[in-house]
């Protein structure tokens, strides 16, 4: 099975030489390395694209975080747009994960914007809508699963694309999962990170003044408070895992 991973964008340097890179840490969740698995990573964000000749061989995509807007309009940003519309057209399966679900929710008609709470950082549980225990991938989970999973945004998804379903949602961002039948999956949060990772993250930004410090400590305050636990992180992983590899019976994909 191949897999791709489109890189949106880096972390600081001193993040990425400690932790890697998006790519990396996507790797880290998702891979089976007894799996007979490859994984291909790109970086559209440095302008690297795979031809959609490349992508056709692909089971599925993943589409990172990013520091960047989804609705910017930079020339990397909308090929890696048209790339996704295409993939999606063909019903591959996509993971958008943050930046990379916004993305997906532009594409399919939907509107991105800051939120009006501003800054959303720590973690935070998602919970669920009686949608989610209907996909063919939440089998494995009880009934009304909520997950526990990292967030550091700046914008949410604002209008839904009409074929766009929630799946989950938390205080202050409706659209925290979603999905449209069985090629795609979109999550707000970051199931890639670590509290270790997110610690050192928002202390990176506090520091260089990306985030007002009150802001910063109040994030790093949220996350000591409700910590990402092991449990919760393999809860996610398993959830991304199946989604991803597992050929289902009702899936109806391209593959």
Request: with cysteine; proline share 4%.
């Amino acid at each position: 099975m191949k897999f791709a991973i489109f890189v949106t964008g880096h972390s600081a340097p001193h993040i990425e030489k400690k932790y890697g890179d998006y790519g990396a840490l996507y790797k880290e969740l998702l891979e089976d390395k007894d799996n007979n698995e490859e994984w291909h990573v790109w970086y559209p964000v440095d302008k690297h694209f795979p031809t959609d000749d490349d992508l056709k061989g692909f089971k599925a995509i993943c589409v990172t975080g990013s520091k960047h807007d989804a609705y910017a309009t930079d020339e990397w940003n909308l090929k890696l747009q048209e790339l996704l519309r295409t993939a999606f057209d063909r019903q591959q399966r996509i993971l958008g994960i943050c930046f990379g679900c916004q993305t997906m929710a532009i594409v399919l008609g939907g509107r991105v914007a800051k939120s009006s709470t501003g800054y959303e950082g720590g973690a935070r549980t998602v919970f669920t809508t009686p949608e989610f225990g209907k996909q063919w991938y939440a089998e494995k989970f009880e009934e009304g699963k909520n997950f526990h999973l990292h967030e550091t945004h700046f914008d949410i998804i604002m209008d839904v694309p009409p074929t766009v379903t929630v799946l989950g949602s938390s205080k202050n961002t409706p659209v925290q999962m979603c999905c449209v039948a069985d090629h795609f999956l979109g999550l707000q949060g970051h199931p890639e990170f670590t509290d270790k990772y997110m610690e050192d993250d928002l202390q990176g930004r506090i520091d260089s003044g990306d985030l007002p410090k009150e802001v910063g400590e109040a994030a790093t305050k949220d996350l000591h408070e409700n910590a990402v636990t092991d449990e919760h992180w393999k809860d996610m992983q398993k959830l991304l895992k199946t989604f991803l590899k597992v050929d289902h019976p009702s899936a109806n994909v391209w593959i």
